[in-house]
């Protein structure tokens, strides 16, 4: 039952850096999406997929990129890190069909840009 | 565009406490609404949810009520135990469960 796997859980860049931020679901999810958790703002949507090979921008996707080469992985792009990228992020997936679909989220990674 | 309101906190109470936790949304069309959980250092978990108008949602004493006519979801606990203490999000979705817009979190602490 591994449901939501994020890697790494935190990770301190510098400046200027690229890095991925990694996202894998066993549960056959279509949908899968990309949040970022900021003190006194709640979760904001970077970016979301319904199916391999599909991708779409959320609220904030500046500065970051996406690709869903599969079902299963939907890693995260910081081509070149900055201050403002500073935050804890979240990936979540579900199925897109019926009223009873749930979300799972995974533990988060905790991203440190200096 | 859809947005969430919760009082932030943070939210203080003795064990044994009622809680109610207001949430307000702006939505432009009919959306789902739900609960969610964030414990210390972990993910968030779905707590309750509702799809519809007057729908209630419930689990582990919490329970909530879509209320279309004044744009409301409160969460709300009749006793509330120290292994409440979490931070606790409500957000909205129009497609059920994906792209949700989550209000700003509320941190509940509760004293034995």
């Known amino acids: 039952n591994a449901g939501v796997t994020q890697t790494p859980k935190f990770q301190v860049l510098k400046t200027g850096q690229s890095m991925t931020l990694q996202c894998a679901q066993d549960m056959n999810h279509e949908y899968m999406s990309w949040y970022r958790q900021d003190p006194g703002m709640g979760l904001r949507l970077i970016h979301y997929?319904?199916?391999?090979?599909?991708?779409d921008q959320g609220e904030v996707p500046n500065g970051y990129n996406v690709s869903r080469s599969t079902t299963e992985d939907f890693p995260l792009r910081l081509l070149s890190a900055a201050p403002s990228q500073t935050s804890v992020y979240f990936c979540?997936?579900?199925?897109?069909?019926?009223?009873?679909?749930?979300?799972?989220f995974g533990q988060g990674t905790r991203l440190t840009v200096v | 565009g859809n947005s969430v309101t919760q009082m932030e906190g943070p939210v203080t109470l003795s064990e044994e406490a009622f809680l109610t936790i207001n949430c307000t949304y702006t939505a432009t069309g009919y959306p789902s609404l739900f609960w969610y959980v964030q414990y210390p250092g972990e993910g968030l978990q779905l707590l309750l949810k509702a799809t519809k108008a007057d729908d209630k949602g419930s689990n582990k004493g919490f329970e909530a009520t879509y209320r279309k006519e004044t744009t409301s979801f409160h969460l709300e606990k009749g006793s509330v135990q120290v292994s409440d203490s979490a931070v606790y999000f409500c957000a909205l979705s129009e497609n059920y469960g994906q792209n949700f817009v989550f209000g700003p979190g509320t941190r509940l602490s509760v004293l034995p």
């Open positions: 997929s319904v199916g391999a090979g599909i991708t």
């Open positions: 979540a997936s579900s199925h897109t069909q019926g009223v009873n679909t749930e979300a799972f």
